[in-house]
């Protein structure tokens, strides 16, 4: 049983790690928001399978809050606003898809290389999961600075957001106060990501329509 979950506990971070790169080589945003509402959910199976192979309970309360906030509340607040703004359905970009695949590629390797070496001195034993974490975290990176709309830009913020809680449940797992920073951090991130609108749909779209976002309430 134990082998199985250890199988299914590495399926499901490369299922984050992968769902990552698929999001730099997505043309449409409608896409990129859904890819971004799986690879959270791949998150939050992993953060399960970590609780149960190393008895952290508390990782439960943690992976119930990434599906909920992380795969269904933002991704749906995301799709209403396209809907709400329509915008552009289509990615604009500073960097070609190609361009981006092969960056991601690239981050990843870069990745294994300066990350993977200090996986063996670590003293837990999920630290195996840090060069995907770290991987993650740097294609979030790229993934804001390469995308011209908001909603691309936000999208790039949050992926950047699931690798560093990612990092943080493989170097230490099963402490509480970590999971209350993880609480404290997506609320912290739900406050940025409202910022970006705001700040970003003015520089984008010249300017705020309130009627859009009044519609977005209730």
Known sequence: MTSFATLA?????????????ICLVHRRITALVDTYAVQSASLAVTEGLI????????????????FVVNALVLPGVLRRVVRALRVNRMVNTYASVRVSALAGLGL???????????????????AGLLPIATAILLIGFFL?????????QVVGLLVMNNGILLAGIALTYGLGLF???????NLLVLAIVARIFLARMKESFD??????LRSLEG
């Open 9 to 21: 506990l590495d399926l499901a971070a490369a299922s984050a790690l992968v769902t990552a790169w």
């Open 51 to 66: 609780a149960y192979l190393y008895s952290a309970p508390d990782l439960y309360l943690l992976a119930l809050l990434t």
């Open 207 to 212: 300017h705020v329509d309130v009627d859009a």
């Open 179 to 185: 999971v209350e920073l993880a609480l404290a951090a």
């Open 108 to 126: 990843l390797l870069l990745a294994i290389l300066v990350v993977g070496p200090v996986v063996p001195y670590a003293e837990v034993s999920s």
């Open 144 to 152: 804001l600075i390469s995308r011209e709309k908001a909603v691309t």
